[in-house]
């Protein structure tokens, strides 16, 4: 079992609906989960993380954090065709290991908003 | 400017030949980070390293080599360039607060003929 799974996509949605992505991950004392957004041929740069259960919101995006289902969501609100692009989830490790300050990837899922 | 930079953006190498990847950030982040990307298996991490003089393995490391003298600089050396290691690299770097996130450079993208 991989550290942290993403379905990879394709996920193809109409602008203006709402996109989901979601994120699990294997180790439960995980403790912060971050969501980047990589553009072709860009870096990856973060959009927003969350450590708490529950929902964040930022803008058109939230966040939802499961620790007991060990899932991570993100929700895009009035899909924009700019939005399209490959949204990376991350986890950090348990505190005090010696892998703490490392981040573990998923695969990335790749999202298309068209018009 | 404050930031991470990578250098050089583009290189192309021949097999064999040896290949530093250079990585420079003026945080003064304690946490810096070596990935390669390549299709199918997104992000992977090659090295990274905790402080100056600290540095340990990650996911890939075979083939690779790793230094930090100085906290600002994290160069990835490749000993003698496989055509397995054409790849985007990304460094990265973040401080030891437990939520800080990870800051990416531009990126390197290495091809080995």
């Known amino acids: 079992q991989k550290e942290v799974e993403q379905n990879s996509g394709p996920l193809s949605v109409p602008e203006g609906a709402i996109a989901s992505l979601n994120c699990t991950y294997s180790?439960?004392?995980?403790?912060?989960f971050f969501w980047y957004r990589q553009y072709s041929g860009k870096s990856p740069e973060l959009i927003m993380f969350i450590y708490s259960n529950g929902d964040k919101e930022d803008g058109r995006f939230t966040a939802q954090l499961n620790k007991a289902s060990q899932y991570v969501s993100l929700l895009i609100r009035d899909s924009q065709p700019s939005d399209s692009a490959t949204y990376l989830c991350?986890?950090?490790?348990?505190?005090?290991?010696?892998?703490?300050?490392?981040?573990?990837f998923g695969q990335g899922t790749i999202l298309t908003v068209h018009p | 400017d404050a930031g991470i930079t990578q250098s050089p953006r583009y290189k192309i190498t021949e097999t064999g030949r040896q290949v530093t990847l250079m990585c420079h950030q003026t945080w003064s982040h304690s946490y810096m980070f070596w990935y390669r990307q390549d299709l199918g298996h997104g992000l992977r991490l090659i090295y990274y390293s905790a402080a100056a003089d600290i540095t340990d393995k990650g996911e890939v490391p075979d083939g690779y080599v790793v230094s930090r003298s100085k906290t600002e600089n994290f160069p990835l050396t490749l000993e003698s360039a496989t055509r397995s290691q054409t790849s985007v690299y990304f460094c990265a770097s973040r401080s030891g607060t437990p939520n800080s996130p990870l800051h990416f450079g531009n990126g390197t993208r290495l091809t080995v003929t």
């Open positions: 991350a986890v950090t490790p348990p505190a005090g290991g010696t892998s703490y300050g490392k981040l573990t």
């Open positions: 180790d439960r004392g995980s403790q912060s």
